[in-house]
């Protein structure tokens, strides 16, 4: 079975500091994994995603995510964050030959000016 | 503009009254999938397509129904809205089912039952 934890609901950081947001996951095979974020009354956006090779993928609005096989995580970072990048963020994962994409329940992100 | 449409946006109905979400995109994606969202719960899939007349069940598929008869379109059917069904429900679609392929979303459909 398939699944995905992010431990925190809520993470709060200060404006220019670096930002984490942590998903860990558990599959029974080879896993895609993918980060979504979404902005208040909007839909999800794709973010990055890892499917194989490098272990560090960088994706949209500075955003870059860390694949751990050995800890099953794949943690969301940004050097610096911005109040912008206040919003609810999603983890999700994928095993190979699988149809379906399980998503966590979701970080709340604020960036504290 | 690629993207991922769903009407209406926002919707109120009584128990029991049938009702219809559309779906639709416009990028030539294979798969569509039907999601909802709920607080603490986070995205839990109720149906998916692989293509065209091919439907599956997700996670929560009870009191609801699809179909995809073309290959742009994957409207969600309630036949019979009961208040649990209350929730924000999301369209996706991507190219393909399975591997590395992300998801496109829709706007979001808030659907209150009374």
């Known amino acids: 079975a398939q699944s995905v934890a992010q431990p925190e609901d809520q993470v709060n950081v200060a404006e220019g500091n670096p930002l984490t947001v942590k998903c860990t996951y558990s599959v029974s095979g080879n896993p895609y994994l993918f980060w979504y974020v979404q902005y208040p009354n909007r839909g999800l956006q794709f973010l990055l995603k890892?499917?194989?090779?490098?272990?560090l993928v960088k994706g949209s609005y500075g955003f870059e995510a860390e694949f751990n096989k050995s800890q099953t995580s794949f943690h969301l970072k940004k050097p610096s964050a911005l109040v912008s990048d206040s919003a609810l963020y999603f983890c999700?994962?994928?095993?190979?030959?699988?149809?379906?994409?399980?998503f966590g329940t979701g970080t709340r992100l604020t960036v504290i000016p | 503009e690629a993207q991922v449409t769903q009407n209406p946006r926002y919707l109120i109905t009584v128990t029991g009254k049938k009702l219809t979400v559309t779906c639709s995109q416009n990028m030539n994606h294979e798969y569509m999938s039907w999601y909802r969202q709920d607080p603490g719960l986070g995205l839990r899939q109720i149906y998916y397509?692989?293509?065209?007349?091919?439907?599956d069940k997700g996670d929560v598929p009870e009191g609801y129904k699809v179909s995809r008869k073309e290959k742009r379109n994957f409207p969600l059917i309630l036949e019979s809205p009961s208040p649990n069904q209350t929730s924000l429900y999301f369209c996706?679609?991507?190219?393909?089912?399975?591997?590395?392929?992300?998801?496109?979303f829709g706007p979001g459909t808030r659907l209150t039952v009374t």
């Open positions: 999700a994962v994928r095993i190979t030959g699988a149809n379906n994409l399980f």
């Open positions: 397509s692989m293509n065209v007349e091919v439907t």
């Open positions: 890892y499917i194989t090779g490098d272990n």
């Open positions: 996706a679609s991507s190219l393909h089912g399975q591997g590395g392929y992300e998801q496109y």
